[in-house]
Nanobody, 123 residues
């Protein structure tokens, strides 16, 4: 499956962005979907994950309460709504997919990755 992330950009601290990740598959509902991010000079880190049906979500402590992951299986798309953005949220954001029933937070466990979209938060 191919993943196409979009929606990144430059925003001031306190602002909002919504990232989208469109998947090129008719079996999108078979995939657990997640977002990860990587800031310059830092390791990739988990942001959020959503179950196949969308009924379960899990977030990194660093974004909990500010970020919401959602999905539209009819559109084969997963979203990441980010509010109250902080300069430390600046990173390239990647969506990832895994054919599994299990919610996973480690990037090595995901088989498919999007190309990334840059989010820059100015102070």
């Amino acid at each position: 499956v191919q993943l196409q992330a979009s929606g990144g950009g430059l925003v001031q601290a306190g602002g909002s962005l919504r990232l989208s990740c469109a998947a090129s598959t008719r079996t999108f509902s078979r995939y657990v979907m997640a977002w990860f991010r990587q800031a310059p000079g830092k390791e990739r880190e988990f942001v959020a994950v959503i179950s196949r049906s969308g009924g379960r979500t899990y977030y990194a402590d660093s974004v909990k309460g500010r970020v919401t992951i959602s999905r539209d299986n009819a559109k084969s798309t997963v979203y990441l709504q980010m509010n109250s953005l902080k300069p430390e949220d600046t990173a390239v954001y990647y969506c990832a997919a895994d054919v599994t029933e299990v919610i996973r937070t480690h990037g090595d466990e995901y088989d498919y990755w999007g190309q990334g979209t840059q989010v820059t938060v100015s102070s």
